[in-house]
Nanobody
Framework: QVQLVESGGGSVQAGGSLSLSCAASGRIFSINAMDWYRQAPGKQRELVATITNGGTSNYAASVKGRFTISRDNFKNTVYLQMNSLKPGDTAVYYC????????????????WGQGTQVTVSS
């Protein structure tokens, strides 16, 4: 079993910065992509940013140029640096990872963090 534990988040005024981190632990053989999603009240969960194990990243158009995703493969940790925050960025942010578990049979895993609140006030 693989667990994701997020940290960071909080409240900030518009134009400010916050950083999130998410550490994966458990029976991990390898992790492929690691992502950040967010869900605002009354809206569907949306992909914010994704990064491959080779370091290739992609961003939602709404955050491109303001957010930076990075990862430390040795620590099985993904980060999200959020700058120039806007009230529209207010949401619960979720970490997501998929890969293979340790074991004789390399089972796929698809894990989610518990979510962390980011609130941006105007």
């Amino acid at each position: 079993q693989v667990q994701l534990v997020e940290s960071g988040g909080g409240s900030v005024q518009a134009g400010g910065s916050l950083s999130l981190s998410c550490a994966a632990s458990g029976r991990i053989f390898s992790i492929n992509a690691m992502d950040w999603y967010r869900q605002a009240p009354g809206k569907q969960r949306e992909l914010v940013a994704t990064i491959t194990n080779g370091g290739t990243s992609n961003y939602a158009a709404s955050v491109k140029g303001r957010f930076t995703i990075s990862r430390d493969n040795f620590k099985n940790t993904v980060y999200l640096q959020m700058n120039s925050l806007k009230p529209g960025d207010t949401a619960v942010y979720y970490c997501h990872a998929e890969g293979l578990e340790l074991g004789e049979q390399r089972k796929n895993f698809d894990a989610w963090g518990q979510g962390t609140q980011v609130t941006v006030s105007s």
